[in-house]
């Protein structure tokens, strides 16, 4: 099932950065990402802890992903996973959305490395 970018435009509601920062890159011509299938939430916070220790070990903090990680595992119901990557390619969102895609669970970003930003031709 496809999410249109309107239908995620009205599930970034939230006042806090990430969530205001998404919703600027998509009315900003972001792409984005949302995957078709489900997952166990608790496979996806063991993963993305992994990922924030690493980030963290490498000098990054991303925003709001020990929060979102906390929000998945609570949430105990199998979750999508989605990604808004900025047009200026500066920063990515990482969203997890409810098994139908209709609510959001929790969202995390960070800024994009430089490579990303200019990727070799």
């Known amino acids: 099932m496809a999410v249109e970018r309107h239908e995620l435009e009205s599930l970034l509601t939230g006042d806090d950065e990430v969530s205001v920062t998404a919703l600027a890159a998509l009315r900003g011509g972001a792409t984005y990402w949302v995957g078709d299938r489900a997952q166990p939430a608790g496979q996806h916070a063991g993963v993305f802890k992994g990922r924030l220790q690493r980030m963290r070990k490498h000098g990054l903090e991303p925003l709001g992903l020990e929060r979102a990680v906390q929000l998945v595992r609570e949430h105990d119901r199998p979750v999508r996973t989605g990604l808004i990557d900025a047009a200026d390619r500066t920063w990515t969102t990482l969203l997890f959305l409810t098994e139908?895609?209709?609510?959001?669970?929790?969202?995390?970003?960070?800024?994009?490395?430089?490579?990303?930003?200019?990727?070799p031709l």
């Open 100 to 119: 139908d895609g209709s609510a959001l669970v929790a969202c995390a970003g960070w800024p994009l490395p430089l490579v990303a930003r200019n990727p």
